[in-house]
C-alpha cells in the first residue's frame, strides 16, 4: 500500500517541543519532495515547510521560523518537523505531502494528519 504515515503529535504546552515524523511505505521517498501542511479548526491550510528530495534546499513560512526545522533521513524513508519553542497558534493538525516539484503541488501523496495541541 502506498502511504504517508505521520506521527509524533500530541499535547504540549506553550514553549515546548515535539517532533513530527512522515514515514512513506510502499514506495520511495528520496525521489520526491516533501512539504508540511497544517490546519487549525476554522482556518485554512497553510503550508509550513518544505524540503528537496536531496534535503539540500529548505523552506520555511514566517510565523515558523527559528523554531521549526525540517530534515530527512532518505535511507529511513522518513522526513522530520522538528518543532520548538511551541505556540497555541501551532494548535493544528500537521500533514505531509510528496510531490515532484519543490514546494509546490500538485501532491501525489498526503498523510491522514497528526494533531498538535498547544496549551496549558
Known amino acids: 500500500q502506498l502511504q504517508l504515515v505521520e506521527s509524533g503529535g500530541g499535547l504540549v504546552q506553550p514553549g515546548g517541543s515535539l517532533r513530527l515524523s512522515c514515514a512513506a511505505s510502499?514506495?520511495?521517498?528520496?525521489?520526491?519532495?516533501i512539504r508540511w501542511f497544517r490546519q487549525a479548526p476554522g482556518k485554512e491550510r497553510e503550508g509550513v515547510s518544505c524540503i528537496s528530495s536531496n534535503g539540500i534546499s529548505t523552506r520555511y513560512v514566517d510565523s515558523v521560523k527559528g523554531r521549526f526545522t525540517i530534515s530527512r533521513d532518505n535511507a529511513k524513508n522518513t522526513v522530520y518537523l522538528q518543532m520548538n519553542s511551541l505556540k497555541p497558534e501551532d494548535t493544528a493538525v500537521y500533514y505531509c505531502?510528496?510531490?515532484?516539484?519543490?514546494?509546490?503541488?500538485?501532491?501525489?501523496?498526503w498523510g491522514q494528519g497528526t494533531q498538535v495541541t498547544v496549551s496549558s
Open positions: 510502499g514506495f520511495t521517498l528520496g525521489y520526491y519532495h
Open positions: 505531502a510528496a510531490g515532484k516539484y519543490y514546494c509546490l503541488g500538485p501532491y501525489d501523496y
